[in-house]
């Protein structure tokens, strides 16, 4: 039945759906799937580091419940259930998914073998001291807050971000239409690149690639060639060959053995093993005798090999067969400094410079003003202040 104080107007469907769709990519595209370039966080993961500095979980203090974390985060920032909280908490706490972890987790945060992490009633979190530095100075009136969900609270829009995490940590996520898939690089030379940007904003890539040699992931690996990575460097899209690092050992008696020591990035280890299993038992690779997986917190899996097998062929089929040498590719696409999507690792350096640069002048903004009215003070009563003093107060 209809209302009659409804009142119904006749619509174009097509142009209705066309628009409700757009609505809905651009909502998945700035507010749950790309990263933004100023402190390279997604929402999700800001709002649940949001959430534990009201908690105080600072480093040094003690650990809580990661329900008391998704509770907090889900009921005052992020309207979404605590079950898809938890895994995003989880992730920011597994040094094999983060080149530099923002949150340390204390209990089962699942492993590199794909192991699930406790339930969230078993499982402690606070943050890292890298974790508290996004945070640094925000206080001070360095970024801007927004009303959260329901406008009882606000909340950041982005962080300070005392250091470049878009890059160090990477991102990886599938929105509507664009998709990104960033590499983790090391800390250090990161930073070194974005000092030489600011002292040379007109550096060129071969100088840049000085400083910034390439991604550096946390489960180590071998890239082979470095045109990959310049042509991502320079343009945001390209594709890298990377490989697992597998060594021989002598054992007693002439026999030799292939140990794995390092895997490349996001390549689950118990599948891998039961990949190379898989191929022995199919007589694709019939020089191994069999197969361990002594790794505990570093890779190490064992490939036993028959007397008269031959260790490098063995490794070259490992290669050419199983996860042991992969191809990353993808576009470096995140949020730009105007929540505009753009790609450009580049881009991803001038972002992190430009918002440290404002946050350092919005902190310095309040000392600039006091001093400009005390010298404005001390200019009107320039007279007053230092003319001389009256006769009673003369020395004799």
Known sequence: MLNPNEKIEPINVA?????????????VIISRALPDARDGLKPSQRRILYAMHDLSLF?????????????????NYHPHGEAVIYPTLVHMAQPWAMRETLVNGQGNFGSVEGDPPAAMRYTEARMTHLGAALMTDMDKDTVDFVPNYDETRTEPTVFPAAFPNLLVNGGTGIAVGMATNIPPHNLGEVIDGICAQI???????????????GPDFPTGCVICGVSGIKQYLETGRGSMKVRGKA????????KEQIVITEIPYNVNRATLVER???????????DISAVRDE???????VIELKRDGNPKVVINNLYKHTAMRLITDGPNCFLSRKRTPAISSIGAMLCCAALALSCVKRRSAPK??????????????????????????KPE
Request: proline share 4%; with cysteine.
């Open 199 to 213: 002292d040379d904003p007109e550096i060129t890539l071969d100088e840049l690639m000085k400083h910034v040699k």
């Open 368 to 393: 600039r003003s006091r001093v400009t009215s005390l010298r404005s003070l001390i200019s009107t009563n320039f007279s007053e202040l230092f003319a001389d003093p009256p006769v009673a107060m």
């Open 295 to 301: 790794s505990d917190e570093n890779t190490r899996v």
């Open 276 to 286: 190379i299993a898989s191929l022995v038992n199919e007589k694709v690779l019939t």
């Open 15 to 27: 142009e209705e759906v066309s628009r409700s769709f757009l609505d809905y990519s651009m909502s």
């Open 59 to 75: 480093p040094g203090r003690q650990h809580r419940k990661c329900a008391k974390i998704c509770g907090d985060t889900s009921g």
């Open 247 to 254: 060594g021989i050992e002598e054992l007693k008696g002439g």
